[in-house]
């Protein structure tokens, strides 16, 4: 009795010697086989590295059956079950994919800004904005390395962060996102606000962290930047508010803060707080992120069918509201799903231009 063929290798003979007829084709169906041997390793690499992850899914399971369901303004529901999820799909990511930087997989978005009443001594200055980290998903401590020393290359007058540093774990992250923002290099100043996921994991640790690193946080506050001129003294305000998802942000305590002269550009984690900050009529300028850009482009248009909560007015890009220039980031990193299509990570140059 004849031994039987596998199945693999029988279909193969099938796509050989009936769906293709002739030489030509012969070769293509050779070509696709040869393929298909050729996806045989990576394809036993992703179940050798789901066996492994054996452990971290019944984490998954186990944040499941303890029903972890807190709902309040600090705590995003299931904390623990969104925890595994990252860990899992970190894990896969570093099976699937490349974790070197590689500058070509990052999109550098230049913004000129003409602002009024803006001194010429401001005219040309550069402001380098990075948000939606989310370190430890997508971006690893590694490509962020990649990201400080590309930015450091921009040689920045100022550098600003609008939040979320990191999404679901922090302990492991604090290191690296420290030691990233340390060497974060800007001629005058670094700044910050937080963003939702910064509160969820730790407000507290998150702005130690800003701290340590020299950077400023100007959330619910004001930094007014200084330069001499032939005519006196000209400032520029940079003002921010905390996270306006979580109910965090206090405008009219920024709006008492703020100096009555000088332009002043505001930051703030949430794009649809624009329709807050515009009426104001005090800010030129407001930089955002919280999008991620919704991870997805549609092709031709520049825009997003993805739009979270706090994204749904202006969810990527350039927007006019009122007075003010409203410009939200793609961002860095993703949330939960590492996937971005036709959106590629956001690295953001502004430069200012005065009227004359």
Known sequence: MATKKPTAERVMEGIQDIIFDGEENKQKAEKIVQGIQEIKPK?????????ENKQKAEKVVQGIQDKITSDSEDKPRALKVRQGIQEIMTGSREMMFNVDFDESKFELVKVNVKIKKLDPVFDGYTIVNITDIHLGQWLSPKIFEGVVDYI???NPDMITLTGDYVSYILDK?????E?????LEAKDVKLAVLGNHDHWLGEKKIREILKNSDIIDVSNDVYTLKRNSENGEKILNIAGVDSYMLGKDNLNQVMER???EGPAIILVHEPDFASKSSKTNRFALQISGHSHGGQFIIPGTGT???RGSYSTKYPVGKYKVGNMLQYTSKGLGTNVFWMRINCKPEITLFTLKSEH
């Open 43 to 51: 394809a036993e690499k992703v179940v050798k590295g789901i066996q």
């Open 152 to 154: 450091n290359a921009l």
């Open 173 to 177: 992250y604090e290191k690296p996102l």
């Open 179 to 183: 030691h990233g923002f340390k060497r």
């Open 258 to 260: 703020l100096p009555k």
């Open 304 to 306: 997003t069918i993805f």
